[in-house]
């Protein structure tokens, strides 16, 4: 397949980042959004007196899967199997939606009801689906807004975080058959979406879903929503097919506890999310009669390999890092040119893909590594070492690589050093005088450093050194 | 004590006033500093860029020049961070050495100023150094504390980041510019001239804010120490 997966950046990130900055709209709805999330999940952690403990039992149990996860995997596909599952395996994003594809067809359906799914945005499986004339909707409010809207998310939590509710109203009014509302209430507005997507539901016979969880020992699977529309789509059709990333895996039942205590208090700031299904192979008489589980790698074992980069595949999708990164309050979702956006996006994306992706490479540079996400993130993902990894791995332009060498060698000897000081201060001497009334800072340079000063003066080098200094005041 | 200094490469060359502020707080205090002349740079720019190789031989450069001494102090956030996690020096931040280590909160500063504080993200996030800078400027005399608003966001340095990303760093460091204007403070001090660079390179434009200063600057002013500059 030669279209390109939604998890490959197009534009490099600092041009993507450029329009985005731009739009005063946007960075309100994002700023406003993202502290509000920001504070409802500081307030509901503060509140688990064990939140640390909590974290290290999670990443340990992540990491354990992450060594283990052949085995676990056959663990799973067995008891799922005998509990009246279809396994499937997918290497790649094109194998998962064929497979999709096939089983829904076999229903002889052209529409299919979703619920949110990270794994099924990463392979686009919509538009595979459209291909072959089968329509999916989604059923997630938000969701269903940009789908509504043709955009794509911004959020993983919050597909729709770019939009106000005026804005949405409009959406609506536009797209939405039957819309009839003129007021942007909130409560208007989700009635409006609950009339249109009821009647969705009752007609549907195939149903598509992702998973928080799976669970090796028992073969279930576990989806934590807010809505209910998940509950909807996973009871009322009577084929359902889940597409679960293999890193979803956990090895038993009692792991789920420390999970479902950590999930949303990071994600939506609750203390426990509105529904929870777990389900596990098929129930006759009871629920969908067909259950297919689609196992999808597209890059998670070479992932996994990597010693450093690994522990992304950690991650339970609940986008705190997002809601407290300086930079994704600023750009949003669609700069980072993925489904997968902010710090986690950072570092998921490029190793999904391979750095050569696209403009990938650029996105672990999108980071000052302040390090907020590190410290919100539940499976204790130390994402700025990770970042700081993968840009091991760059491909600098070779400017910056001679800048950085010839530096570095200078640097690695104290004679080297200090005439490079005197250097400088000498040339500096000139300028400081120049700019005295500016109070010895320079206003304009010519490029690279105007990048510089097209946001803020650069200083000079001093007067004097501190060496120099040192030897003047305390010198032998 | 015998405290060894690591000034790093960037107050060295372009503020040498926190290197010196650093040094007179501790020898006010009765402290013995020493400087070991061939130090340059821990290589935190280069590892954080990407350029891990050169980073390591300047971060073994550094244990080579200080082993042996019992307690480095350094006058930044970043480097000390840097150092922390890639060397096994005893190397403290200034702060860190004077509350903990030397247990002096009040330095006998004096500093007749509006002051507001910005928590590095490093010594934030990575150090943990809490409320320790706040302490020692609270003990000072004459100072007025003002709280900057969302302190802990971060400024928009990030090293090389401003110039690769220089559009999203010039936003952050604007909404930074922003918050630190509405302090009415006369400085802003932090623990790393790095940022106060930064910060400091924008504040420079903005009519009637607050100057840049490194908290060493003020806990070294004293009422006959003359005007900082
Ligand atoms: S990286 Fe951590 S904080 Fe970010 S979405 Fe994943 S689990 Fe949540």
């Keep these: ?34 502290r509000t999330i920001r504070d409802k999940r500081a307030a509901v952690v503060a509140e688990v007196p064990d939140w640390e ?13 992450l060594d283990r996860l052949p085995q676990l995997l056959a663990q799973f596909e067995a008891a799922a199997t005998a509990a009246g599952a279809v396994v499937h395996h997918a290497a790649d994003a094109a194998r998962a939606n064929a497979v999709v594809a096939d089983l829904v067809r076999a229903q002889g359906v052209d529409q299919v009801v979703k619920v949110k799914s990270m794994a099924t945005q990463e392979i686009g499986l919509n538009e595979a689906l459209a291909a072959v004339g ?14 509504l809207a043709e955009d794509t998310p911004s959020h993983i939590l919050v597909p729709a975080i770019h939009y106000n509710r ?30 249109y997507l009821r009647r969705t539901f009752l007609a549907a016979r195939v149903a598509v879903c992702g998973a928080n969880f799976a669970v090796a020992e028992t073969g279930s699977l576990v989806i934590v929503e807010s809505e209910g529309n998940g509950r909807m789509c996973l009871t009322l059709p009577d084929t359902l097919i889940a597409v679960v990333g293999v890193e979803k895996l956990l090895p038993r039942f009692a792991d789920l506890g420390d999970f479902l205590r950590l999930l949303p208090r990071s994600s939506t700031g609750e203390r426990m999310n509105p529904y929870t299904s777990i389900f596990t192979g098929v129930t006759p008489g009871d629920g969908p009669q067909r259950l297919h589980i689609v196992l999808l790698d597209n890059g998670r074992t070479t992932v996994a390999a990597d010693p450093v980069g690994r522990a992304a595949l950690r991650c339970i999708r609940c986008s705190a890092c997002l809601n407290v990164c300086p930079v994704y309050e600023r750009v949003g979702g669609h700069a980072y040119g993925s489904v997968y956006p902010g710090p986690i996006g950072a570092i998921l994306s490029p190793q999904l893909t391979g750095q050569d992706a696209g403009a990938n490479r650029t996105l672990p540079y999108a980071s000052t590594l302040c390090g907020a ?25 070779a400017a910056e690589r001679a800048a950085m060498g010839l530096l570095a060698w200078t640097m690695r000897d104290r004679r ?61 | 004590m015998r405290i060894a ?41 280069h590892a954080n860029t990407g350029y891990a190789a050169p980073a390591r031989e300047l971060e073994r450069g550094v244990e080579a ?29 200034l702060s860190e050495l004077l509350v903990d280590v030397l247990g002096s909160i009040d330095v006998g500063a004096s500093f007749p100023h509006r002051v507001t504080y910005h928590p590095t993200c490093h010594g934030l996030r990575v150090l943990r150094l809490r409320d320790r800078p706040l302490r020692l400027l609270a003990a000072v005399r004459r100072l007025e504390l003002v709280d900057l608003p969302e302190s802990e966001q971060c400024c928009g340095f990030g090293g090389t980041f401003a110039l690769k990303n220089a559009k999203v760093s010039g936003a952050m460091l604007a909404d930074k510019c922003a918050n630190a204007v509405a302090t009415g403070a006369d400085y802003l001090a932090a623990a790393d001239s790095s940022c106060l660079m930064h910060i400091g390179g924008g504040l420079a434009r903005r009519p009637g804010a607050p100057r840049p200063i490194h908290y060493a600057e003020i806990l070294a002013a004293t009422p006959g120490s003359g005007p900082v500059p």
């Design chain 1, 53 to 65: 403990l909590l974290r290290d039992r999670a990443a340990a149990v992540k990491d354990d899967v």
């Design chain 1, 373 to 397: 996400c590190y410290d919100v993130c539940p499976v204790k993902i130390n994402i700025p070492e990770i970042l700081v990894h993968l840009r091991q791995a760059g491909k600098p332009p």
């Design chain 2, 65 to 93: 020049v200080f082993a042996g001494h019992d307690a480095i102090v350094s006058p930044s956030g970043s480097c000390v961070a840097h150092l922390r996690t890639h060397t096994g020096l005893p190397v403290y931040e």
């Design chain 2, 5 to 45: 200094l690591f000034v790093t490469c960037l107050n060295d060359a372009l503020f040498p006033q926190a290197g010196i502020a650093t040094v007179t707080v501790l020898e006010r205090l009765g402290h013995t500093v020493e400087f070991p002349a061939a130090q340059t740079c821990c290589g935190q720019m």
């Design chain 1, 416 to 476: 080297r050093w200090r005439a490079a000081l005197r250097a400088a201060r000498a040339g500096g001497r000139p300028l400081r005088a120049l700019t005295r009334r500016g109070g010895g800072r320079l206003r304009r340079a010519p490029w690279p450093l105007s990048a510089w000063t097209a946001h803020r003066d650069a200083p000079l080098p001093a007067a004097e050194s501190f060496r120099d200094w040192w030897s003047r005041t305390h010198g032998r």
């Design chain 1, 166 to 195: 005026s804005q949405i109203r409009e959406i609506f009014a536009r797209r939405m058959p039957g819309f009839a509302a003129d007021s942007d209430e909130p409560a208007v507005l989700a009635a409006a979406a609950r009339v």
């Design chain 1, 1 to 34: 397949m030669s279209r390109q997966l939604p998890i490959v950046a197009r534009t490099p990130f600092p041009r993507a980042a450029g329009p985005q900055l731009a739009d005063a709209q946007l960075r309100g709805n994002l700023r406003r959004a993202t």
């Design chain 1, 134 to 147: 089968v329509t999916a909707i989604e059923t997630d409010l938000a969701e269903l807004i940009v789908q």
